[in-house]
Every structure is written in structure tokens, then in C-alpha cells.
Nanobody, 122 residues
Framework: QVQLVESGGGLVQAGGSLRLSCAAS????????MGWYRQAPGKQRELVAV???????NYADAVKGRFTISSDNAKNTVYLQMNSLKAEDTAVYYC????????????????WGQGTQVTVSS
């Protein structure tokens, strides 16, 4: 009953920028963590960045200094600003959220978006 919808992917040249957005909707009481993962061809899905409801962030080493994650808790939306993009950033980017769906049951469930393609040309 929770949906995550990503947007903002596309084609960019190396050194360029993109801003991804992900909005969560549905039966949401609270969201503990939202984040971004990516999966490149022939590779496993990997963490890109996460942000807690208290705005504590964590980044993969490969994107530190280039990507910035942020959120709008009131809108249940997470963003990923990607600067200085490299060819190796090419991947499908997936939004993630750990969601408490019931006020009387304090368990968080992990939901995933369908992904948005980011392609960086050299």
C-alpha cells in the first residue's frame, strides 16, 4: 500500500549534473530512512546514499563530494543531487524507504521504487 515513484533520470555528459526525486505515497504513518541505491549492468545493487528523518546522511565512498541527498519530510520526498557525473555512475537508480504503516504497530517495512535510468556519456 506504499508506492515510491522516482523521476529525474536521463542522459547527461560526463561532468554534468542531474537531480533525482522520489516521492512516497500511500499508507504512511512515518518514514525512518529514505535512500538511493543503484545497479549497473553486470553488477549488484549498491548503496548510494541514505538520509534519516533527522537528516543524518551517509554516502558511498564512490559518490562522496559529488552527490548530495536531501529530503522534505512533509512531502515524503527524497532527492539526490548528482554533480560531476562520471561514466561509472551509469546505472538504474532505485529509491528506498523504510516505512511505518500503522500507528499502533511500530515496525518499519522496506519499500522500493521501480527505478530510473541514469546514463552518463564520456
Amino acid at each position: 500500500q506504499v508506492q515510491l515513484v522516482e523521476s529525474g533520470g536521463g542522459l547527461v555528459q560526463a561532468g554534468g549534473s542531474l537531480r533525482l526525486s522520489c516521492a512516497a505515497s500511500g499508507s504512511i504513518f512515518s518514514i525512518n530512512v529514505m535512500g538511493w541505491y543503484r545497479q549497473a549492468p553486470g553488477k549488484q545493487r549498491e548503496l548510494v546514499a541514505v538520509i534519516t528523518s533527522g537528516s543524518v546522511t551517509n554516502y558511498a565512498d564512490a559518490v562522496k563530494g559529488r552527490f548530495t541527498i536531501s529530503s522534505d519530510n512533509a512531502k515524503n520526498t527524497v532527492y539526490l543531487q548528482m554533480n560531476s557525473l562520471k561514466a561509472e555512475d551509469t546505472a538504474v537508480y532505485y529509491c528506498n524507504a523504510d516505512v511505518q504503516t500503522r500507528v499502533d504497530y511500530q515496525t518499519f517495512y522496506r519499500y522500493w521504487g521501480q527505478g530510473t535510468q541514469v546514463t552518463v556519456s564520456s
